[in-house]
C-alpha cells in the first residue's frame, strides 16, 4: 500500500473513533461557584476623623476653634479661627474639610449640616447670627442644634446623653427659602413671619403638618421642601460610623471624639 494513502486512512479512522466515543459519552455537568454571600459593612473601630471643636453659640469668643485630623495625609487643622483680615477660616477648613464630607464620587460620608455647624467658630459671629444659629438643652439631656444656611433649615439632635450618632443619628435638612448673590436670605412666611432669619419660627420650620411645595416668593422659581434626613448619602462608597461627644454648658458648645470610616464594598 502506498504510505501516504495508508496515512490518510489512518487519521480518518482516529477522527471517526473519536466522534463516536463523544457522540456515545455523555457531558459532565460542570459545578458553578455560588457568589460570596453579601455581608454588611463592619466598622473596624480605627480612628479616621478625629474631631475637637469648641462655638460659644452666644456672643463673640475669640477662643473658638475646630480642630480635626484623619486617614488622609495633609488634610487637617489645629486650632482653626477666622482670619483677623479675611474674616475665613485661617487655616482653610472650609475647604479641606471636604476631603472626608466627600467621597471620590462627590457623595456625602456624614451629614453635611453637621460640617455648616463646624464653620461657625472659624466665621465672625455674625455669620451664626444671620444664619439664626440656636442651640439647646432639653431637661433629659438632648442637645439640639438648628441653623438655616442658604435658605435651608438644618437640625442636629443627640441623644439623652450628649452624644452625636453615626451614620443613623438625627440630622435633618428642609428647604425654606433662598438666596441670591450675597443675600440676604429670603425665607417663605410659613416659616418667618417677615421672611427673614431674623423671625424664623423653629416649631413652623420643623412641623410636618405644614407643607412644602409651595412658591417663596411670587415671581421667583423657589420652593419650600418638606423634611429629610441629613446624613450620609446610602450609596456613597464609605460612610462614617461611631459616635461623638457634645456638650452644651453656659452658651460653650463642644464637640469632640473619634470616627471610623467603613467601606460599603
Known sequence: MNTKKFGVALIAVIVLAV??????????PVAV???????????????????????????????????????IRYMAVDMDQPDENTGASAQGSTQVFHAYLYDVEGKTTLSAGLRGLFLFAVNPFEVAEGDALDASKASDGTITVQFVHRGSAYRIITDENGKLTFPDGQYQRRNIGYIQG????????????????????????????????????????????????????????????????????????????????????
Open 19 to 28: 466522534v463516536a466515543l463523544a457522540g456515545c459519552s455523555k457531558t459532565e
Open 182 to 265: 450675597g443675600g440676604p436670605q429670603v425665607l417663605s412666611t410659613d416659616f418667618s413671619a417677615d421672611g427673614t432669619s431674623a423671625t424664623i419660627d423653629w416649631d413652623k420650620v420643623w412641623d410636618s403638618g405644614i407643607a412644602g411645595g409651595k412658591i417663596v416668593t411670587e415671581g421667583v422659581d423657589r420652593k419650600t421642601g418638606d423634611i429629610v434626613p441629613y446624613g450620609a448619602q446610602p450609596d456613597s462608597l464609605y460612610y462614617f460610623d461611631g459616635t461623638l461627644d457634645a456638650a452644651l454648658e453656659n452658651d460653650i458648645l463642644t464637640i469632640n471624639g473619634a470616627l471610623t470610616a467603613v467601606p460599603r464594598r
Open 33 to 71: 461557584a455560588e457568589a460570596p454571600a453579601m455581608t454588611a459593612p463592619v466598622s473596624d473601630g480605627s480612628e479616621d476623623l478625629k474631631i475637637d471643636y469648641r462655638l460659644n453659640v452666644a456672643a463673640p469668643d475669640p477662643e473658638n476653634f475646630f480642630s480635626f485630623s484623619g486617614n
